[in-house]
């Protein structure tokens, strides 16, 4: 069955610093694969997406994430973090409905 | 930008009561979803909605929950009865089609609290 797994419920990284947040996915075929952003109080926000080609994809707010198929993996990344990316992270999986995985919760140090 | 939106959004409500929960998805949508979010739990689906019909639902969505488009514009849910395990913030999204390269658009949570 269709599963993501996001080994890190809670990541601080300072601002300025760079980011990775790790997302694992089982799926048998090809997947879309998705990761999404949810601020204290609001909806989920799309982040980005991938669907085939290109396996870096870019994202809005500065985050790209890639695709290895090798791994299973579609870790989420950006070069230097602000303030303002304090939330929780959501990676799916779209199997004719979206399949998400625990979260992240990402804090930010000044 | 067009959005989702949901009330309220926050309920509270005592244990075999029944609660509806309203979604406004954005309005040339075709397809909707509910999802719900049990606190420290992963986001889960519920059911998709396409047509007036329910098009796929998960386990938890049993003879207690029920979906309706009462109208051109709402979105509901309703649980007849509601048990202290129904706690969670519940999503409602939408999509225009309803293919995995369709971006679903999520409303702002309903915050759902039975005691």
């Known amino acids: 069955a269709q599963s993501v797994t996001q080994p890190d419920i809670h990541i601080t990284v300072s601002e300025g610093a760079s980011l990775e947040l790790r997302c694992n996915y089982s799926?048998?075929?090809?997947?879309?694969l998705f990761w999404y952003v949810q601020s204290p109080g609001q909806g989920l926000q799309l982040l980005l997406k991938?669907?085939?080609?290109?396996?870096l994809v870019q994202g809005i707010k500065g985050f790209e994430a890639e695709f290895k198929r090798s791994q299973s993996s579609f870790n989420l990344r950006k070069p230097s973090v602000h303030w303002s990316d304090a939330a929780e992270y959501f990676c799916?999986?779209?199997?004719?409905?979206?399949?998400f995985g625990q979260g992240t919760r990402l804090t930010i140090n000044p | 930008e067009p959005e989702v939106t949901q009330t309220p959004s926050h309920q509270v409500t005592q244990m075999g009561q029944e609660v509806i929960l309203r979604c406004v998805p954005i309005?040339?949508?075709?397809?909707f979803y509910w999802y719900r979010q049990i606190l420290g739990q992963k986001v889960e689906f519920l059911v998709s909605?396409?047509?007036?019909?329910?098009?796929?639902k998960s386990e938890i969505f049993d003879d207690q929950f029920s979906v309706e488009r009462p109208d051109g514009s709402n979105f509901t849910l309703k649980i007849r009865s509601t048990k202290l395990e129904d706690s969670a913030m519940y999503f409602c999204?939408?999509?225009?089609?309803?293919?995995?390269?369709?971006?679903?658009?999520f409303g702002p949570g309903t915050r759902l609290t039975v005691l």
């Open positions: 999204a939408s999509t225009r089609g309803g293919a995995a390269t369709d971006t679903q658009y």
């Open positions: 799926y048998g075929a090809t997947p879309y």
């Open positions: 909605f396409y047509n007036n019909e329910i098009s796929e």
């Open positions: 991938y669907f085939s080609g290109d396996t």
């Open positions: 309005s040339n949508h075709l397809y």
């Open positions: 799916a999986v779209f199997a004719q409905k979206l399949v």
